[in-house]
């Protein structure tokens, strides 16, 4: 039976328009809790421009703003509006700050980015902060090489946010594998504030209509590139990888995803229809069906990718990305080092034979759970717990006087 929080509140904010990660991040999470705690409400904040194909819980919706994307130079645009930059930060800053207001969350969960795209919600936290809402910032396992993340949070002054504003960090992993903030100067009040909460554990969604886009005949290898907007590479790989080799051990499933370039997508989707053994398909929002009903996995190693190998127990060729951070690197290489999955380094020529070889290996790897480690997979179940704390010392009723008064 889940327990009561009588008419609480959670607010989550995720900046991210491009990709998956923050998305489905925050979506994990806001189910999670609304199973855990009757009486608990969660809306969630987001730029991106498909979080309305995702299935949401009841008591829990999503505020949709205006997107913006990030370009090749570093710099934002626009992603829908014809209109200056500037001005859709303005609409989004707005948006954020009336949907807090009114909605008088007892707790704000900020994903990933210290005061939002361009600073978006600092004006949002001030408030917040002086009605008594509790703020956290939620940070992955790995955010970037280290020196390379000091370097950026630095320069734009964040350790003072984290200092001032926050009440807590929720770091999703363990402290003996990463240190998201490693490199960082940061004095002692902002480390007692980190909690490190274990990764967030994924399950198959339990309704029972809920079923896979895409039938696989015979058991099938998962190729998975997230969003897909830089998965070229893995997508190739492995497409040449059974077009060389027709003796490969298992069928192949790709999902090339939302925001690979069309002209790619189907190229690659001609290159399967070639190929008895493999399909392609662009999307599934349930993602942990195919990834619980897969043999094996090749992916590219974001965050969400890496919790639902652990979940589901599944062997797994990593392929990170190099760039523009190296995060994806950094976590396969710790995931490796641990016995947890294979790294394949995509930094070579890409050779057809090596990925073949490590396809036909793939049935031979240890398991996840050959080497798990305690806690590793306790995210969920300590994020309800801290929630539960704040919110008992936060009363509803005091947060309803705040409304009162607007």
Sequence with gaps: MPNRLHNARLLIYSHDTFGLGHLRRCQTIAHSLVEQFKGLSVLILSGSPIIGSFDFRARVDFVRIPGVIKLYSGEYTSLGLHIDLKETLAIRA??????AEIFAPDLFLVDK??????????DTLTMLKGRGTTLVLGLRDIMDEPALLSREWNAR?????????????????LSQIWDPLADMDVPPSVRQKMIYTGYLRRAVPKASSVSPVVHMDEPYVLVTAGGGGDGALVMDWVLRAYESDGGLPHAALLVLGPFMR???????????????????ITFDSHMEILMAQSTGVVAMGGYNTMCEILSFDKRA?????LKPRQEQLIRATRAQELGLVKLLNPDGNGDARIMAEALRAL??????????MPGLLDGLATVGGLLQRHVAQRSAPARRRVLGRM
Excluded at 94 to 99: E, F, Y
Excluded at 113 to 122: A, N, Q, W
Excluded at 317 to 321: A, M
């Design 94 to 99: 707005s948006i954020i700050r009336h949907t």
């Design 113 to 122: 980015e210290p005061l939002g795209l361009k600073e978006e919600i600092r």
């Design 157 to 173: 002054n964040m350790v003072p946010v984290l200092e001032d504003l926050y009440d807590e960090i929720w770091v999703y992993g």
């Design 262 to 280: 069309p002209e790619l997508r189907n190229g690659f989707e001609e290159r399967a229809n070639r190929l008895q053994r493999v399909k392609a």
């Design 317 to 321: 060729l990593i392929v990170p990305r």
């Design 363 to 372: 049935p031979r790897q240890n398991l996840p759970s050959d080497v798990m």
